[in-house]
């Protein structure tokens, strides 16, 4: 069980990796440089991978205290 305080602050979080998967995606779509590309788009599907993880794991049954 979470508390209303713990499960903001998990919100909170799944904000911020969606956030910065966005904007690294976006990033990598406007540069030249390919390695610098290739890093933003593997550090941008690592934010999507921990975002899906944490709302697969959040919409598994947790519930408020």
Known sequence: ???AKEL???EDF???EQC???LMNHF???MQDTQGKQ????????SQQ???TM???????QTLQ
Request: with cysteine; charged share 10%; glycine share 12%.
């Open 8 to 10: 903001m602050h998990l």
């Open 1 to 3: 069980m979470l508390t």
């Open 55 to 61: 709302k697969k794991h959040l919409g598994a049954g």
């Open 39 to 46: 890093l933003l788009q593997q550090i941008g599907q690592k």
């Open 20 to 22: 910065c998967g966005n």
């Open 14 to 16: 799944l904000s911020m």
């Open 28 to 30: 990598a779509s406007s």
């Open 50 to 52: 921990n975002f899906q």
